[in-house]
């Protein structure tokens, strides 16, 4: 499995920090609710304790959750999105995202719960990671629970 924790993708990073492409997000959000029959109901940006894109799809059996970090193109399906908890799940709009995506990437929801192992006595981060300082020190602070809580997080 590739390595997801990289430097920056929990939005603390120093200078030339990369970006995804909002109006790539959001055009790819218009078109799986036009291919799932759906609406999209709702896009909110990244904000000041919240560092991804959250869109919601509104379709035939109740809605979805699309999420796109801030950093890193990486994307996500979710059943429930609130503060500090998010469902992730795997969905069939994933293959249409992987088909027609611009480079996006979509993540499974079990990579997504791997569980952090943190070392509280080295302060050090187990799992495969290219995080900077300045991040290891809010995962020492927030305590994330998995890998999806350092993704997409409510930090601020």
């Known amino acids: 499995m590739a390595v997801l924790l990289l430097d920056g ?5 120093g200078e030339g920090s990369p970006e995804v492409n909002s109006l790539h997000f959001k055009k790819l959000c218009y078109m799986l609710a036009n291919y799932s029959k759906g ?5 909110e940006e990244p904000h000041v304790s919240q560092n991804f894109y959250k869109a919601e799809l509104g379709l035939e059996d109740g809605s979805t959750f699309i999420l ?15 503060y500090f ?9 994933s293959s249409v995202v992987d088909a027609f995506s ?7 929801a079990d990579a997504l719960n791997q569980q952090l192992i943190l070392d509280e006595r080295t302060h050090t981060l187990l799992n495969e990671n290219s995080l900077n300082k300045e991040e290891l020190n809010q995962i020492f602070y927030w305590k994330p629970k998995t890998v999806g809580d350092v993704i997409f997080n409510f930090w601020d």
Do not use: H, M, W
């Open 9 to 13: 993708v929990s939005g603390f990073f």
């Open 39 to 43: 609406k999209l109901l709702s896009f």
């Open 68 to 82: 796109l970090n801030c950093s890193y193109p990486f994307v996500a399906f979710a059943s429930t999105v609130q």
């Open 85 to 93: 908890d998010i469902e992730y799940v795997e969905d069939s709009l």
């Open 102 to 108: 611009n480079g996006f990437r979509v993540l499974s």
